[in-house]
Every structure is written in C-alpha cells, then in structure tokens.
C-alpha cells in the first residue's frame, strides 16, 4: 500500500529525479525548472498548467532545503500572428511586430499588448502562491544577452537545416487522441489551439528562405515587423541582410543588431542551453514527431552543447460550463476568471491530485460545487486524521507552499449554501449573516469574514455563472390560488412543516423535518428508512414547498430556502 502510494506520488517522483539530474549536470547549483506563456492575448485558463506543474515540482524540491530557479520565460517578442477575437481589428496593422512592441488595447494602463496581458497572469500566479522568476525575452533579445548564441546558429546554420531536415519529411499530424485518454471534441480541439498559442507553439516557418537557411529572423528597422527575408549572411563579418514586405532593404552587422530573434524551433533548445534547464514539462502539441520538444533534443546538444531537459508531456485541461462572457475580454477564460469563483488551494488541488498526463476539466457550473464538496469531505479526513497518504500529500500542496500558507475560509460552510443564500438574499450582508448564523445556532457566525473567501467566491459565481432564470426569488406575496386548491393531503403535509419550524429551526433541524413530514403523514415514524413510495411522496411534497415559496419545481436545498426565507416569510406563504 505504502509503495503504491508513492508511485501515485508524482510530485516526489518527479522532484527525486530533477535533484538528481541536476547533481549530474550541475553540481552546487540550484536546480533549474522552466516554463513558457507567450502574452499575445488573454493568458487562457488552459494554460496555467504549464506553469503550475514545474511548480509543484520545484516546491516540492524547496520543500526538501534545495534551491530551486524557477524560470518563467515571457516570449514576448514574438510576434503579434492575429488580433484575438473581441479586440479591435483595426490592430491587424500591427501583426508582424513583437507583442512589446504592439499598443496595448485603449484604456489600458500597460505600455504594450505584452505587459497588458502579462499583468492578470503574473497576478493570478501570484495569488497561487507561485514564485517564479520572470524572465523577458525582448529584453534578453535586445539587450544582447544572446549575442554569442545568434551568431553561433548562423554558423552552424547548414547542420541546423540538416537536422530540421530530417523531421520536415516526418511531420505528422498532432495526435486527436492525448496519451490522458481522452478523445477531444472539435471545441476541445479549438480550445487546444488556442491554448496552444499561449505556449509559444504555434506554427511558425522555421527559417527556410529562397537564400538558404537561416535560423533567425530580423524585425524590420524600418517598419518593425518580421515580414523580412534574409538574403545574404557573412561569416566573418556577421553582416546580414534582409529585405522587408514594406520595401526596405538593409545590411546590419548581426554583432551588433538585436532587433531580432531565433527561429521558435531554435530558440527553445537555445534557451535550454543558456539556463541550465534540468526541467521543462509541454504540452502535447510540443511532442508529436518533428515538434519542437523532439527537434530541441537534438539541437541543443549537436549546436548549443547543452542537454535537454527532463521534459514530460502534460494533457490538455478543458473548461466547462462557462457563462459567456463580454466579447471586450475576447470570452477566453483565464486563470483570474477561475480565481474568482474558487478558493486559492482548491485551484491548485486540481493540479496536485492528477497525474499531469490526465486531462481533466474546470468546471464553472454545479460542477463546481460537487468540487467543493470533495474538497471540504478531503478537509475533514485531513482533521480526523483518516486521510490516505495520497489525499495527505496532494492537500497539503494546495494548501501551502515551501514559502507560505494560502487563504483558506475559517469556517468552510458548503459552498452550494453560500451561494443559495447570496443568490437569495441579493448579497445583503445582515441577511446573509442572519441566515448562516441560524444554519447552525449553538456556533453562530459573528461576522461574515468567518466564511470568507469562500463567500466572496460564491457571490461572485451567482453573480457571473448563474443564469437569470435559474435565480431564486422568494414570492413577495401568498400564491392565494394555489394555496385555496391544495388537497387535504398537501395541506397537512403543509401543516406539519410550519408546526414544526420553531423546533427545527437549524440547517440539521430543517433537513430532518423536511424528510419526516412525508414518513409522519403515512403514518410512519419520523426516522422509518425511506421507501421507493416514500420517495417519490418526499419528491411531491419538495416540489410543492418550492411552487409556494419561489414559483418554480427546483431550487436551492429546501432547508437552506426554508432558513433564508424566516420564520414568518414561510408561514405565510405555507399557510
Ligand atoms: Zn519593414
């Protein structure tokens, strides 16, 4: 048992086999983890795997007393490839220049497209508790730091070409069907594409030209786009030239240009060789045949004479039951849409529980409470002490980090009742604090900031995830009709409800009597077991109370509607 334990452990796997890697590469030196988000849009939910995996491995290697370099490589010098869908087209005209260099969209207090995008993910990964160190790659680019790098690709640019070679006839389709197990659907497909964009991976030429091969790529000094073509290379001279879409025709020494970059496909390994980089997981679309994780193995060791990373493959996380939203946000869901609605550790548990090659979804409907509630019952094992290691180990790396604790609800009363009882009260705060102090009257709650977060994430999920119809309104007044046609049966069952408010009045109360008022009119006492009979008699009778009180067949638990609305509020519309 103990062993199987520590197989299923793949944070402690993976974290045990980077230590030792790097004592083998680079002894002494902190243990590099690495990974990449290209800002060229809204930073898509999608991608925070690629972040929160290394990281859980390399706070689980800080955990352990070793230094860990966590890098985060901001590829924002690539270039702008489109205008995302909700932002203004007329920035097409900007499409060709690095992402640092393109306006930021109007109102935004960033100074470009890049810092404006980087800004939400940099803040969600913080409130993650995710320390990185962010590194830019337009300022890397253009301060010059890969000079010695650039020059030495276009050395070496025939055996690059000779290597890319060999996978351009081999260049198959990205696999449809993840190693996770799971078949994508073609919005799933779409959705990978996109998140795709977000890791850097999306096609780019890799640096084939009428001229030859050339691994690298100049921004236009003119018009600041990368619509060039180099034409002719030196040597000795490190003089290039290129020609542009816009007309412009330059010779530059390569020494001295930096106003460009390498080709994705080179750039990456580059990069691997620069940092040390001992660990760098991607997503599946890096991996196939001919992808660049592939074509890097190679490169980096044949060209820059570094080693690749240990590099597993993450599946794909899928996002469900999303409301729509404003087009303005271009409707992508991002890490900060998620943080809205749920708790810090819960997000992260999402991650910390599932091997990374399993595909999962976030779910931003009911799903959602069904998370909670696993996460709650997780909670009480932990405090019973009767959790299993695996539950043991994947709670405490949500709930913490190796520098810090995260924000957790000091009372953590169910999720689906907060939010029943903001959509109900429409976010009054003496309501909603009269309302949960009655759930549970011997340890009432003195003040709201007990069941906060995760009441501010409740509201906010009734706010933007539910839809209006589906909003709970208590009647304003007596359905007099319906009242004056119920049978004697209904009335009684009625009758016995109401009689029993005052006794019952608590959340465990109210469960019990909504259940026995069934069993009692049958003649049965109150704790009978409960028959297929009696089932469908409870069924009836729920569906009665919610047609009285807020004129639909379904809503909120009964017994959190019943504590909502008070005591003289049911009577009255009951009775
Ligand atoms: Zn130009």
């Not at 002494?28 to 990281?55: C, D, Q, T, Y």
């Not at 599946?315 to 609605?341: C, E, H, N, Q, Y």
């Not at 005052?502 to 109150?526: C, F, I, M, N």
Request: aromatic share 8%; glycine share 8%.
């Amino acid at each position: 048992m103990a062993q199987q334990s520590s197989d299923a452990d793949w944070v402690a796997r993976l974290a045990d086999e980077v230590i030792a890697e790097s004592d083998r590469r680079a002894p002494g030196k902190p243990v590099v983890v690495a990974s990449g988000l290209s800002p060229s849009g809204p930073i898509h939910l999608g991608n925070l795997r690629e972040v929160m995996f290394p990281h859980l491995v390399a706070d689980e290697v800080r955990r352990r007393g070793v230094d860990c370099d966590h890098l985060l490589s901001w590829d924002d010098f690539d270039r702008l490839r489109r205008v995302p869908t909700g932002f203004d087209p007329s920035w097409a005209e900007y499409v060709g220049k690095p992402l640092s260099a393109v306006p930021p969209p109007p109102g935004s207090p960033y100074p470009s497209w890049a810092e404006h995008f980087k800004a939400p993910m940099a803040d969600a990964l913080a409130r993650l508790g995710i320390e990185y160190r962010g590194i830019s790659q337009t300022q890397m680019y253009t301060s010059g730091a890969y000079v010695e790098q650039v020059l030495l690709a276009m050395r070496e640019r025939e055996r690059i070409d000779a290597v890319l070679a060999q996978f351009r006839t081999k260049a198959t389709p990205r696999p449809a069907v993840p190693p996770g197990g799971a078949v994508l659907s073609e919005s799933d497909e779409a959705a990978a594409e996109l998140a795709a964009e977000g890791s850097g991976a999306a096609a780019e030429d890799d640096g084939g030209t009428g001229a030859g091969y050339f691994p690298y790529k100049p921004y236009c000094s003119v018009c600041d786009r990368d619509l060039t073509t180099v034409t002719g290379y030196n040597d000795d001279t490190t003089e290039l030239t290129y020609t542009c879409a816009c007309g412009h025709t330059e010779t530059v020494r390569l020494a001295e240009y930096h106003r460009g970059k390498l080709v994705w496909k080179v750039d990456w390994p580059m990069r691997w060789a620069y940092e040390g980089v001992i660990f760098e997981p991607s997503g599946v679309d890096h991996q196939s045949p001919g992808s660049s994780f592939v074509v890097g193995g190679r490169l980096v060791s044949e060209i820059f004479g570094g080693q690749q990373p240990i590099g597993p493959m993450y599946a794909f996380v899928g996002i469900s039951g999303m409301a729509k939203m404003s087009s303005s946000r271009g409707g992508v869901p991002t890490p900060a849409d998620a943080l809205a609605i749920m708790e810090e550790p819960v997000l992260r548990w999402l991650y910390a529980r599932r091997r990374p090659q399993q595909a999962f979804t976030i779910a931003f409907d009911t799903e959602l409470h069904r998370l909670y509630d696993e996460w709650d019952a997780v909670e009480r094992k932990m405090a019973e002490g009767s959790a299993s290691d695996l539950d043991a180990s994947s709670y405490d790396r949500a709930v913490r980090t190796a520098a810090r604790e995260l924000p957790r609800t000091p009372r953590p009363l169910p999720f689906r009742m907060l939010a029943s009882v903001a959509d109900i009260t429409t976010g009054h705060p003496e309501q909603m604090q009269r309302i949960l102090s009655d759930t549970d009257p011997d340890h009432p709650i003195d003040s709201l900031d007990q069941v906060r977060p995760r009441l501010d994430r409740a509201q906010a999920w009734v706010d933007t995830q539910l839809p209006a119809d589906q909003r709970t309104r208590l009647r304003p007044e007596p359905d007099l009709d319906a009242l004056a046609a119920l049978a004697d049966a209904q009335r009684g069952a009625l009758k016995l409800l109401v009689d029993g408010l005052d006794e019952h009045w608590s959340l465990e109360g109210l469960s019990r009597l909504v259940y026995a008022v069934p069993k009692l009119q049958a003649g049965l006492s109150a704790d009978a077991k409960p028959t297929p009979e009696l089932k469908i008699a409870q069924r009836s009778f729920f569906a009665l109370v919610y047609r009285l009180m807020i004129g639909r067949e379904t809503g909120p638990r009964l017994p959190t509607l019943l504590l909502a609305a008070g005591p003289v509020q049911v009577r009255r519309l009951l009775s």
